[in-house]
């Protein structure tokens, strides 16, 4: 596959960068092997020695981006996504989370409905890699997983493993917890490997589904499930997921219930390794996030779901600047927006609050503590990929994993979608608007209102999984 055209990606965290008028070459695995300026050597060279493979081009008034990595997403919650959220935090769990995964587990028809529809949505959104927390039942993360590959997403998907029931006297929910800590780690096992199984006969470059393992969060799991987890991500070299230091009541209950902090408790669990992303993170201190950097433990920054549950936000730019890896979750449905967009937007918006406390703290002799648009665009690309092991650039070697992004009508200038170029419009398509380089306050436009009718083709591992 060959694409000529302009190209937009963010390698580092202050480095966004457009490549105008570059020609990528993607092989038969999906696998970048040239990205260069299109009148470079090498690109004349490459189409002169293949005139059989047709060049793809990209209009003007748009260009290619990686596509999104969404860090943490509760699959089953996509049932109720944008209800509840009124609730505390326990309550809403209680009243609708557990539910829902009860739900699931219990009528695999609708399970396999539901997850059709995320993966469908996924892809509408840009959303090329996933991150996601199942239900407690093996067989319906199975379903999840085979949704996401047969639609062809790279999904990363976890079977839930909880030991205490957390569900409240009164609740009208059913008791949703396996029945001991050995039944949860043999479970947890046996997902391993008939998740692995599900796309076994595929070429590895197009097995696209992996399994995590996913205690809950403190509360729900024994130490000796926590422990016992460790040794199996150890032994068979699975990603692990869960919640960290989320909200002040979840906080104080590990505190009253272990005697120390829940980063101490995944500590002792051998849960913190680089194989590990924690969700939230809000309550942690600056010498938590210098563990995280030493373990090589990433967090999935959730900006719209701790505004609802976590009392406090994110420290974001204290974990980027000690070096910790950070990506974007949209929490769904504890965040109610399924958009990676949504997310960079509120992690920015966040940040800006942040920094006005900050100035009119008369104490205050820290530095800027916002992030800008560019930055959240890094941390929903190359942030949650790294994080995931994955690339979330254009590079020789990376997995071409992209959506195509449509800003204007290159003949008119006239804005696709919620967008307005009013310099670029013309009646009768002006001279050298089809010409137009791109600039960095076109992408800020579209990063600020663009939504899905500005999205067109997306890839993933090469392969194209949507277009429109």
């Known amino acids: 596959m060959l694409i000529r055209g302009t190209f937009v990606h963010a390698p580092h965290l202050k480095g966004l960068e457009i490549h105008y008028d ?95 529809r995320l993966a469908a949505r996924l892809k509408e959104n840009g959303t090329g890699s996933v991150l996601l927390f199942g239900t407690i039942k093996e067989a319906t ?22 030991d205490i029931d957390i569900t409240s006297p009164e609740s009208t929910t059913k008791t949703y917890v396996e029945p001991s800590a050995r039944a949860a780690l043999e479970t947890a ?31 729900t799991c024994t130490d000796e499930l926590l422990h016992g987890l460790g040794a199996l991500s150890a032994e068979l070299g699975v990603k692990v997921q869960s919640h960290l230091a989320e909200a002040k009541d979840q906080v104080e209950w590990v505190r009253a219930l272990r005697g120390i902090e829940d980063i101490d408790v995944f500590d002792k669990g051998t849960l913190l390794t680089p194989r590990t992303i924690q969700a939230h993170c809000t309550f942690l201190t600056a010498p938590d996030f210098d563990r995280l950097n030493a373990c090589g433990t990433a967090i999935a920054h959730c900006p719209l779901s701790n505004a609802y549950f976590s009392a406090k936000p994110f420290p974001l730019r204290e974990a980027l600047d000690q070096g910790v890896k950070v990506g ?49 665009l890094y941390l929903a690309t190359r942030g949650g990929s790294q994080a995931l092991g994955l690339a979330g650039v254009f590079a020789v ?18 804005g696709i979608g919620s967008l307005d170029y009013f310099d670029l419009e013309s009646d009768h398509g002006g ?3 089809d010409n137009m380089p791109l600039t960095l306050e076109h992408v800020e436009k579209w990063w600020c209102i663009g939504d899905t009718r500005n999205r067109g083709a997306v890839w993933v591992q090469g392969n194209e999984i949507r277009n429109v």
């Open 22 to 116: 570059h020609l990528i070459c993607v092989d038969k695995d999906g696998i970048i092997t040239q990205f260069a300026p299109a009148n470079a050597p090498e690109s004349a060279k490459f189409l002169e020695a293949h005139p059989e493979i047709p060049v793809s081009e990209v209009p003007s008034g748009s260009f290619i981006l990686p596509t999104f990595c969404d860090l943490h997403l509760h699959a089953p919650q996509f049932l109720y996504q944008g209800t509840g959220l009124d609730l505390p935090l326990m309550q809403w769990l209680d009243r609708y989370a557990l539910k829902a995964e009860l739900r699931m587990d219990e009528d695999s028809t609708l399970a396999r409905r539901v997850y059709t």
């Open 141 to 162: 993360n199975l379903i999840l997983a085979e949704c996401m590959q047969a639609a062809g997403i790279r999904a990363f998907v976890g079977k839930l493993s909880m």
């Open 189 to 219: 096992r046996s997902f391993v490997g008939h998740c692995r199984g599900i796309a076994a006969h595929l070429p590895v470059s197009q097995r696209l589904v992996e399994p995590v393992l996913t205690p809950r969060f403190v509360p």
């Open 328 to 376: 974007l979750g949209t929490d769904v449905a504890g965040g109610y927006s399924l958009d990676i967009m949504n997310a960079m937007r509120q992690a920015v918006v966040v940040s800006r609050m942040r920094e006005g406390e900050r100035q009119m703290d008369a104490s205050a002799n820290s530095a800027d503590i916002s992030i800008d648009w560019k930055e959240a």
């Open 397 to 414: 070697g990376a997995p071409f994993d992209a959506q195509e992004i449509h800003l204007y009508d290159p003949r008119t200038g006239q």
């Open 431 to 433: 001279p050298g608007v």
